[in-house]
């Protein structure tokens, strides 16, 4: 396999006037072409050269790393370096396995030792796929040659142990760790992110002598994650009066906190920080700023955030556009941008199915009678993904056969995604609401009283209002705000006013058989976002409601959209919580 080496003779020293060509290289034929230089002027059996040229195959955004691998193979006495290249580069692959056959190979011949770097690539492609059993060998390796206090490695460990899951396993060798650094403390607290345990990470946090970027960024992703954007949002607060800048991946987190939590001013807020500092535009960061707007309300500036700004090569920024219009009802500008997507050859994945799903389900582009149609085509959709479809696909559809009212595929839709989980509360309850709405009250008080005997209970939803840059959630359960009297005394008000103006209530989705209508629109009035809506024009001063009320309007669907990404289909009482956060003139974020 080697033998065209013995041909070369000695490079003339001219010869390395060729190195720096390595460096321009902007494509893979350009590679190709300088591979050949190599070769015939000798070059490629001189260490230099050919590091860069499996560094450049295996780094670079249009390199090979199967191409790489041939290259190595043809080396008579790779080095230490480059075997760590190419360690490296197999590590975070979907063939990580290479990485431990390399090293196996290094570890073979006897004039190599692997050193730090060596352990800390095969440590992050043991995390990235192998058994477990594979990285305690390896570690027992780094044992015998005595690393097993060296920082690299046991950092890389720490992550290792914390991309399997084994967050016991990585606590141990960060509390053994006799070396530690900024880095050890920033993995063991993603590594209780990844977990799911952030009340662990917000104390191992809070412990912390030194923060960076970095450490915020997690903590705050962490409570974003785990739905308590609340606090997630206090965090950031806390980072921004510490003198710490954010970068692209913190504003992510906060303004997905900010769309969750339906808070426009702060999402305003981020928005102008970004184009203040001259954060870096990627496409998570821009899809998070589009979902934001989308979910708030702001459809038309979330359009016109995506038209806008030109870092759309990923999928992130196509899916926010596509689902915000498809939110807020618009079909045919969610198909529009899917088509453009097409054009840009942009990859479309599961959650771009999900939001043409929803623009499907959601919006009535033509008369009532071809909503039967736009269902069945929602179905030719999934069976002709390019991805087997997944629960939260078969959801959608199932969701957009309540609204069409097709009950007879809503059925069969339903026992698919029971199949696939059967702990899928949501879905069963979508089925109860198409019992209920046809009249079939026996069959939906059986699945209910299912999920009552099975001890599972539906998240309950909530409806958010902000007002003054002050911003107030409502959750179902009791009447626990100070404003609870009057606030349902004007609701009551309210709907005697929207009543007699023409309002005629839907009942037929109640879950319950309720006999009498005025029950029935009694269970519909307490829903948490009619609450928010009464809750923000009683505390509107008065006389200027009338100026207010194209704001009025946005806050009104805000609270819809609210609403209905959380699924608030559960007709109980309603609790009110309420938690507080303004931004102050100097553009923090406080908390009341």
Not at 55 to 84: E, M, R
Not at 493 to 514: C, Q, S
């Amino acid at each position: 396999m080697n033998r065209w080496y013995s041909s070369f003779k000695k490079p003339l020293r001219s010869n390395y006037k060729l190195i720096p060509m390595l460096d321009s290289c902007k494509s893979m034929n350009q590679i190709k072409q300088a591979h050949a230089q190599l070769i015939t002027t000798g070059l490629i059996i001189r260490p230099i050269p050919v590091n860069k040229l499996i560094k450049l195959l295996t780094v670079s955004g249009f390199g090979s790393l199967s191409y790489a691998h041939i290259v190595f193979d043809q080396i008579p006495h790779p080095d230490l370096i480059l075997y760590n290249t190419m360690i490296k580069a197999y590590a975070p692959s979907p063939t990580s396995h290479n990485a431990l056959l390399m090293f196996r190979s290094m570890i073979r011949d006897l004039s190599l030792f692997p050193n730090q770097y060596s352990f800390v690539f095969v440590f992050n492609a043991c995390g990235n796929g192998l058994e477990v059993l594979v990285g305690e060998q390896v570690r027992v390796h780094a044992i015998k040659i005595g690393l097993e206090n060296n920082l690299f490695v046991t950092n890389a460990l720490i992550g290792m142990y914390g991309n399997w899951g084994l967050i016991e396993e990585s606590r141990k060798v960060f509390v053994w760790s006799v070396n530690r650094d900024l880095y050890s403390w920033n993995i063991m607290i993603a590594g209780y992110v990844r977990s799911g345990n952030i009340d662990q990470a917000k104390e191992l946090f809070v412990r912390m002598h030194e923060r960076d970027v970095v450490s915020w960024s997690t903590i705050i992703a962490g409570y974003v994650q785990m739905g308590r954007y609340m606090e997630g949002l206090d965090i950031f607060h806390k980072m921004l009066q510490t003198g710490s800048k954010p970068n692209e991946y913190t504003l992510a987190s906060a303004l997905a906190a900010c769309s969750n939590l339906v808070a426009l001013d702060q999402g305003r807020w981020i928005h102008v920080y970004i184009d203040k500092d001259k954060i870096k535009m990627n496409e998570r960061l821009l899809s998070s700023l589009i979902d934001m707007y989308a979910k708030c309300g702001e459809i038309d500036v979330a359009s016109k955030v995506f038209h806008k700004n030109g870092v759309k090569q990923k999928v992130w920024p196509w899916n926010a556009m596509i689902g915000g219009f498809a939110m807020h009802g618009k079909s045919k500008e969610a198909i529009k941008v899917f088509e453009q997507m097409k054009t840009e050859n942009v990859s479309p994945n599961k959650v771009t199915f999900i939001g043409l799903l929803n623009a499907c389900s959601h919006g009535y582009m033509v008369e009532e009678g071809k909503g039967y149609f736009r269902s069945m085509e929602a179905e030719e959709i999934i069976l002709s993904m390019p991805m087997a479809p997944d629960v939260a696909i078969w959801v959608a559809l199932l969701s957009a056969c309540r609204i069409h009212k097709d009950t007879q595929r809503g059925y069969r839709i339903g026992k698919i995604v029971n199949e696939l989980d059967p702990e899928h509360i949501g879905c069963r309850i979508l089925v109860a609401n198409m019992c209920s709405a046809s009249g079939r009250w026996n069959e939906a008080r059986r699945l209910r009283e299912k999920d009552e005997v099975s001890g599972r209970k539906k998240t309950p939803g909530c409806s958010s209002i902000e007002l003054r840059g002050v911003f107030y959630q409502f959750l179902v359960g009791d009447r626990s705000h100070p404003q609870t009297k009057q606030l349902y005394s004007f609701l009551e008000e309210m709907t005697a006013k929207l009543r007699l103006a023409g309002y005629v209530p839907e009942f037929g989705e109640l879950l319950l058989d309720i006999d009498e209508e005025e029950d029935k629109e009694t269970a519909l009035s307490y829903h948490s976002e009619k609450l928010a809506i009464a809750f923000g024009l009683m505390n509107t001063e008065s006389g200027k409601a009338n100026s207010h009320c194209e704001e009025l309007k946005k806050t009104a669907s805000r609270i819809s959209l609210t609403a209905t990404s959380q699924q608030n289909s559960l007709h109980s009482g309603c609790t009110i919580q309420v938690k507080l956060i303004g931004i102050p003139a100097n553009g923090g974020i406080a908390k009341g």
